[in-house]
């Protein structure tokens, strides 16, 4: 049945200066954009968008939607504001569960708190002995343990201090293995995170996902639930046999995750100098330059697209000259950096001539690279400078995607954050601000042939808003009305 989206404000990004009142849909593409009569004329369904904006559908480049899901049923600490509020709502989760089930707090951010440092283990067995319970930092490279959660580790394990409770970097990723969630588990997670990013406009995302993950979201791909366009990145030792694969229209297997350091909250991303708040501190490079040539070789030899999370400028800098020295397929494969917040002109020049794409949260600017806040107390005033520079990524003519890591997933907090930086020559316009959120991120995900514009031949995913983002400084207090996934109606909030 061909639909007439009608009465609305289209803004195609296609060229800024166009402007329509409705599309044709029909088999899952838009069909006319530019003819009002022949969209009347020829839609069998009509929808009255009441005036409202219509853009292309919202990418998030990054994400990890699946753990969102997920933590819908664990304890939310992401508002406490000190520890003892974090241990109120722990022991009402305690009250509910059975012996020896898990207690998992997550998104703690210490740096609200009253006392800014991390829980201790001995903290947290005062609260339970009887469950194993972990909290999770909000950048999610750090967590801390109880002595039985801890029992339930590996000895093996590396960044475990067993005398503090305190995980770092892959010890936190893995304990999905030792919480061992079922794959009935982690689809009913997805579907939860689906119908968020439902409602905020989202109609795909690049989802980092472990083997379990990519084996959740085949099965919810086989039996016809999966409504929302999902780019996978696998961990890459976890990749086997597997090659890159378009599944489905919906489900593709795109490239590899893999971590050159961790994040400044954690203390463990990794800089040229020490962090002004931990001297001789300078933070955790997750593998040697040959070690990352070894897994970019191995990546290209099987079509993989390469995703390196980089957020400190030495990690930066190792990633730039892994990719120099190893790459071959940089351009055509559209390799990437992930994060890329400490970055310096002559790096994002190098990143320019390499031809290399960044995906980039403008959120993390905004929550802090406040005056004050958490990264100028990690890396001082000079250094806060580098964090982020959107304008001068823009300006260099690097293709910049835009992703919200959870932090949160909303595009719109997104898309303010990098209109609002912190840094006032940081700031990008908001147009330039939908491009990165939406054209650039299918252009990063190798979808550009089909998503990030609403223009004749492409795939009719929009979203539609209650103001025209590009005509108000309330971006935040703007509302997603309806979201529409292949000419199908996802969300409707008119």
Known sequence: MSKGFINGNVISLAGRSKKYHGVLVEDGKVTCIEDYDKIMKNSEEKINLNGYTVLPGFIDSHVHLMQMGLKEKWVDLSETDSFEEAKYYLEKDIDKKDDGEWIIGVDFDDTKWKRSSYPTKKELDEITEDHPMVLKRICGHIGVANSKA????????????????????????????????DIETRKEAIKRGIKKAHELGVTGIHEVVDRDGWDAYAELDDETELDLRVRCYLHYDEIGDLEPINKSEFLAL????????????????????????????????????????????????????????????????????????????????????????????????????????????????????????????????????????????????????????????????????????????????????????????????????????????????????????????????????????????VYDNR
């Open 150 to 181: 801890l029992e339930m580790v590996d000895e093996d394990w590396d960044k475990v201090n067993r005398d503090t409770g305190i995980l770092k970097e892959e010890a936190v990723w893995n304990l999905d293995e030792v919480m061992d969630i």
């Open 254 to 489: 795109r490239g590899v995750k893999v971590f050159a350091d961790g994040s400044f909250g954690g203390r463990t991303a990794a800089l040229n100098e020490e962090y002004k708040d931990d001297p001789g501190n300078k933070g955790l490079l997750m593998h040697p330059k040959e070690e990352l040539d070894d897994i970019i070789s191995m990546a290209e030899s099987k079509g993989f697209q390469c995703m390196v999370h980089a957020i400190g400028d030495r990690a930066i800098d190792i990633v730039l000259d892994a990719y120099s020295d190893s790459a071959e397929r940089i351009k055509e494969l559209r390799h990437r950096i992930e994060h890329a917040e400490m970055l310096y002109d002559e790096n994002i020049k190098r990143i320019r001539e390499l031809g290399l794409v960044l995906s980039i949260q403008p959120n993390f600017a905004y929550k802090w690279s406040q005056p004050g806040g958490m990264n100028e107390k990690r890396l001082g005033k000079e250094r806060l400078k580098k964090c982020d520079p959107l304008w001068n990524i823009q300006r260099a003519l690097v293709k910049m995607a835009f992703g919200s890591d959870n932090m949160p997933m909303s595009p719109l907090f997104g898309i303010y954050a990098a209109t609002n930086h912190p840094l006032l020559e940081q700031r990008i316009s908001t147009y330039n601000a939908l491009q990165s959120y939406i054209t650039n991120s299918a252009y990063i995900g190798r979808d550009e042939n089909e998503l990030g514009e609403i223009v004749e031949g492409k795939k009719a995913d929009f979203v539609v808003l209650s103001e025209n983002p590009l005509n108000t400084e309330n971006l935040k207090d703007i509302e997603v009305k309806m979201t529409v996934i292949n000419g199908k109606i």
